[in-house]
């Protein structure tokens, strides 16, 4: 069992900036280390069997060059991939691009480190507001599902699959075995399809705007009615 005080203090957060081909971008570091060797946690972060046990489905060709899809949140083209060290991705959330770069590394005591950092163009007036929110919000919770699954398993979501072991990686493909898209079924897809445009539809419904190209929507205030009560 995670402690949610611990895994607080083992997560490592920074931000800083990094100077793109499109000019200068916000980063946000995020980095920890998981009591696993680094085949394991490569294996956790890539094989679409473990990933809904510990985050979200994700769907989609998950090789080099090919297009994933995270259910109901953020989609993009998986660049870069070096297994199991390291892989690279665009993030595509509510009409922006921003970019994604995950590095393991193995330690000495048979721990791995894993570092995410996300990159986004941000103007000063969206920062002011919003702060490293802006870059993106919800890597802790994704840090804390993670390391609740590598230590002890996590407990599965309604309808999540059984565990299943790591296969041997193909030279290549950012995941172990199949891709995502040779195993979900057409009628899988179209459902969560389906779940996404309602969604997405609700959100536009109820005015929600998004904090930043990786936050989840946020309310619109309402504006405050100065005029006096009634009496």
């Not at 445009?197 to 929507?217: A, D, V």
Request: with cysteine; glycine share 10%.
């Amino acid at each position: 069992m995670i402690e949610a005080n611990h895994q607080i203090n083992d997560v490592e957060r920074r931000v800083g900036t990094r100077v793109l081909a499109a000019g200068e971008a916000r980063t946000m570091t995020i980095s920890q280390r998981f009591r696993t060797g680094i085949d394991d946690l490569w294996d956790a972060c890539t094989n679409p069997d473990r990933i809904p046990r510990w985050f979200v489905p994700v769907t989609g060709d998950l090789s080099l060059g090919g297009r994933y899809q995270i259910e109901g949140n953020a989609s993009g083209t998986i660049e870069r991939c070096d297994p199991p060290k390291s892989f690279a991705a665009t993030w595509e959330f509510g009409q922006q691009v921003s970019w994604i770069e995950v590095w393991l590394t193995p330690e000495p005591d048979g721990w791995t480190s894993l570092e995410v950092q996300h990159i986004a163009h941000v103007d000063d007036d969206l920062w002011d507001q919003f702060g490293p929110g802006a870059v993106g919000i919800g890597w802790d919770m994704i840090f804390l599902g993670l390391a609740s699954h590598v230590t002890d398993g996590g407990p599965p979501p309604t309808g999540a699959p059984p565990p299943t072991q790591a296969v041997p990686r193909e030279r290549g493909r950012c995941l172990h075995g199949r891709s995502a898209a040779r195993r979900a079924s057409p009628s899988r897809a179209r459902r969560s399809q389906r779940l996404i445009s309602r969604r997405g539809r609700r959100s536009r419904r109820r005015g929600h705007r998004r904090p930043g190209p990786g936050g989840p929507p946020t309310p619109r205030r309402r504006p405050r009615d100065h005029r006096s009560p009634r009496r």
